[in-house]
């Protein structure tokens, strides 16, 4: 493949990204939450005891430490995270997915998933299970 040709997948690929944040924005607002503040919900949904340090957090939500921290001030203000120390190193901090944030993001991979049918739909389930494979050897 040319890299011409490279660089206009990679321009698709952008494309198909910001079309399927568009497609995922308004039924996340329903509940409330952006996407990014979807994907760090999932995160913490996923993390043992539901907690995780907010640097850890950061990386994989692809934030930098003050933009993490930026979004969830917000978060912790409407209950959906808390933040707590860590007793044995003041610079660590620890995010916390409360309850009320559990049952967002039930409510909110609701209608992330119904999204996510209807922009796979068009593609053969053997095609969607190459598509993972690229997608795991690209990240």
Do not use: C, W, Y
């Amino acid at each position: 493949m040319s890299t011409s040709s490279q660089g206009e997948l990679v321009i698709k690929l952008i494309a198909l990204h910001t079309r399927i944040q568009r497609q995922l924005a308004r039924p996340l607002s329903g509940h409330g939450i952006s996407l990014t503040e979807f994907l760090v919900l999932r995160q913490l949904h996923q993390a043992p005891d539901k907690k995780l340090r907010r640097i850890d957090l950061a990386e994989q939500v692809g934030l930098s430490a003050s933009g993490v921290t930026r979004l969830l001030n917000p978060m912790q203000k409407v209950g959906l995270v808390s933040k707590e120390e860590v007793a044995r190193d003041a610079r660590v901090s620890l995010v916390t997915l409360t309850s009320a944030g559990e049952n967002v993001f039930k409510d909110a991979s609701t209608s992330f998933n119904h999204v996510a049918l209807s922009i796979m739909e068009p593609i053969a389930s053997k095609d969607q299970s190459n598509l993972h494979k690229i997608a795991d050897l690209l990240l």
